[in-house]
């Protein structure tokens, strides 16, 4: 006859024992190189109170650093860096854009580049986080800070069918703060930014592991 042997629940002091000994997920950190031809920055800025003058830039070129685990994007642990070519900025009419391009606004011929650096993120709500770093904009550097929302991060349904990150971003900033302060009865001094920016998987660049 076979002995029955009974079931014995394991101690609470085991239990805890083998939880601390199994593997904790691991966070996996992958570089994303900023797609130039699907990113763009969209500027508006007020015209003498009768409307709101739209400029966009493409081209932008850089680096997004997301690091995900399980539960999704660890934000306070992926990092941004980008530039921005000024010379692309349209305003939609020749006469405008030649004007913001000139030195009594963007100076782009001595200052070709916008750039911003991340500097910290936190997360704000699912999928959303507020991206603080700085910006530089006519040789001058202030900080600035981003809300962002993640669109899509997963495997793009086109050819080459990398895996893509995909973001949707606001700001506001006061241009005086950069030095770009002609005709101050004229333009505002505040200006709202709307960023789209698409990144595909950088698989030539280290990807870490870290527990």
């Not at 969209?42 to 850089?62: I, K, T």
């Not at 000024?86 to 750039?115: K, N, S, W, Y």
């Not at 893509?164 to 971003?169: E, H, N």
């Not at 002609?182 to 001094?189: D, E, L, Q, R, S």
Request: hydrophobic share 45%; net charge neutral.
């Amino acid at each position: 006859m076979a002995r029955i042997v009974p079931f014995r629940l394991r101690p609470p002091a085991m239990l805890c024992a083998l939880l601390l000994a199994a593997p904790a997920a691991a966070r996996e950190v992958e570089t994303y190189a900023i797609d130039p031809d699907h990113t763009r920055v969209v500027v508006a800025v007020d015209h003498a109170g009768f409307s709101r003058a739209l400029g966009a830039v493409s081209g932008a070129r850089g680096t997004i650093v997301i690091a995900t685990e399980p539960t999704g994007i660890d934000w306070g642990a992926s990092r941004v860096e980008v530039e921005v070519p000024l010379a692309g900025l349209d305003f939609g009419a020749e006469a405008i854009t030649r004007a913001v391009l000139g030195r009594g606004f963007l100076d782009a011929g001595r200052h070709p580049q916008a750039r911003f650096v991340g500097t910290g993120t936190e997360a704000t709500a699912d999928n959303q986080a507020r991206v603080c770093g700085e910006l530089t904009l006519r040789g001058v550097t202030r900080p600035l800070c981003l809300d962002v929302r993640l669109n899509a991060l997963k495997r793009h349904p086109l050819p080459p069918f990398r895996r893509t990150a995909g973001f949707s971003a606001t700001a506001t900033l006061d241009r005086t703060e950069y030095g770009i302060d002609a005709w101050p009865t004229v333009v505002g001094h505040t200006v709202e930014m709307r960023i789209e920016v698409e990144a595909t998987l950088d698989r030539s660049a280290a990807r870490e592991d870290t527990p």
